[in-house]
């Protein structure tokens, strides 16, 4: 049996990457990345000439001056030649590093054999309760001058709080943000702003997520108050 990695181009990998979403069903961290001219490279994975599914490490960006594995999915009938095919890829793509999200089981999997100088980087969070906090005396409202169109607490004029939804994951996650002035915090201003966004993120069809760094602990405790629940982390590693 011979495996092989072969060089891929974006749209050669369009309809794989349309299983690897449906496959891991939830809010993809990295899934722009495609889209960004010159920060990807995509390999073709193949058993005797076959293709078995894909791979993509990210070079430009951020990423730029590694060669950083984020993606990699298989049809489920060739998952148990995972290892075979992974370090075909790793020679073919010469990746020095990793970014991985852990409720990509598949990929985890081959992070944690493979991976050193392990790291959480974010941790992500999916929606679990509907929560109905009140907030007297601030007015929430569209800035509509914002590009994007943000979100602001206001009190007495003062914008007290701002956030948004950002849509550059896979459709249909939407991605919640926030920020508190510091006069304004410990006040609970930014539980009831996530819980509005994520009120609005539902009105638009869509579905609320969020993620923040692993050692905020204050990020953390908002969107758990705001009925957030952790889901998976973002782990980096060197190859």
């Not at 598949?106 to 929606?127: G, Q």
């Not at 929430?140 to 943000?150: M, N, P, Y």
């Given at each position: 049996?011979r495996?092989?990695?072969?060089?891929?181009?974006l749209?050669?990998?369009?309809?794989?990457?349309?299983?690897?979403?449906?496959?891991?069903?939830?809010?993809?961290?990295?899934?722009?990345?495609?889209?960004?001219?010159?920060?990807?490279?995509p390999?073709?994975?193949?058993?005797?000439?076959?293709?078995?599914?894909?791979?993509?490490?990210?070079v430009?960006g951020p990423?730029k001056?590694?060669?950083?594995?984020?993606?990699f999915?298989?049809?489920?009938?060739?998952e148990?030649?995972?290892?075979?095919?992974?370090?075909?890829?790793?020679?073919?793509s010469?990746?020095?590093?990793?970014e991985?999200?852990?409720?990509d089981?598949?990929?985890?999997?081959?992070?944690?054999?493979?991976a050193?100088?392990?790291?959480?980087e974010?941790?992500?969070?999916e929606?679990?309760?509907t929560?109905?906090?009140?907030?007297?005396?601030?007015?929430?409202?569209?800035q509509?001058?914002?590009?994007?169109g943000?979100?602001?607490?206001e009190?007495?004029?003062?914008?007290?709080?701002?956030?948004g939804?950002?849509?550059?994951?896979?459709?249909p996650?939407?991605?919640v943000y926030?920020?508190?002035?510091?006069?304004f915090?410990?006040?609970?201003?930014?539980c009831?702003?996530?819980?509005?966004?994520k009120?609005?993120c539902y009105?638009?069809?869509?579905?609320?997520?969020?993620r923040?760094?692993t050692?905020?602990?204050?990020?953390?405790?908002?969107?758990?108050?705001?009925?957030?629940?952790?889901?998976?982390?973002i782990?980096?590693g060197?190859i």
């Amino acid at each position: 049996m011979r495996f092989s990695a072969q060089p891929a181009t974006l749209q050669e990998i369009l309809p794989w990457r349309d299983i690897f979403r449906s496959r891991i069903n939830c809010q993809i961290v990295h899934d722009s990345l495609h889209g960004r001219e010159g920060w990807t490279l995509p390999y073709f994975l193949e058993v005797d000439g076959q293709t078995a599914g894909y791979g993509s490490v990210a070079v430009g960006g951020p990423w730029k001056g590694t060669r950083t594995v984020f993606e990699f999915s298989l049809l489920p009938d060739q998952e148990s030649r995972a290892f075979d095919l992974f370090e075909c890829f790793l020679a073919a793509s010469e990746a020095t590093a990793f970014e991985v999200q852990s409720n990509d089981l598949l990929l985890t999997a081959m992070f944690h054999a493979y991976a050193r100088d392990i790291k959480s980087e974010k941790i992500v969070f999916e929606d679990s309760v509907t929560t109905a906090h009140t907030l007297e005396g601030f007015t929430f409202r569209k800035q509509e001058d914002a590009e994007g169109g943000e979100y602001v607490l206001e009190l007495d004029g003062a914008q007290a709080a701002r956030g948004g939804i950002l849509f550059h994951y896979n459709r249909p996650y939407g991605d919640v943000y926030m920020a508190v002035a510091e006069p304004f915090r410990r006040r609970g201003l930014g539980c009831y702003l996530v819980q509005e966004l994520k009120r609005i993120c539902y009105q638009m069809g869509s579905v609320p997520c969020a993620r923040c760094d692993t050692g905020n602990f204050a990020s953390r405790k908002t969107l758990q108050r705001a009925g957030f629940a952790p889901c998976a982390h973002i782990l980096i590693g060197s190859i």
